[in-house]
Nanobody
Framework: QVQLVESGGGLAQPGGSLRLSCKASGFTFSKYAMSWARQVPGKRLEWVSGISSDGSDTDYRDSVKGRFTISRDNAKNTVYLQMNTLGFEDTALYYC???????????????WGQGTQVTVSS
């Protein structure tokens, strides 16, 4: 069965950095695009960034462009999200998500993990 296990969240100061990791299993990782999404309590899940199966294409929501970088290592079945210049607005539960095989947009997920909490606070 598909399993996605996120790690790397925690407490960061404004302007600081964190690197999230997501270890995937239960499917052929190198065949699927992946995304990161986030959710604040009481609000809808918000897509953050996506990466194609071979890593050649990436995309970001406007609010994180230039600050966040998504990458993947298909040999390790892992996708990463490097987050720099963190702001209070980045506080959320961050989820790693597998995309549907026939996706058209990076928010067309079919599985996601349990999430890792990112808190930006001074």
């Amino acid at each position: 069965q598909v399993q996605l296990v996120e790690s790397g969240g925690g407490l960061a100061q404004p302007g600081g950095s964190l690197r999230l990791s997501c270890k995937a299993s239960g499917f052929t990782f190198s065949k699927y695009a992946m995304s990161w999404a986030r959710q604040v309590p009481g609000k809808r899940l918000e897509w953050v960034s996506g990466i194609s199966s071979d890593g050649s294409d990436t995309d970001y929501r406007d609010s994180v462009k230039g600050r966040f970088t998504i990458s993947r290592d298909n040999a390790k079945n892992t996708v990463y999200l490097q987050m720099n210049t963190l702001g209070f607005e980045d506080t959320a539960l961050y989820y790693c998500a597998k995309l549907k095989e026939d996706y058209s947009n990076y928010w067309e997920y079919d599985y996601w993990g349990q999430g890792t909490q990112v808190t930006v606070s001074s």
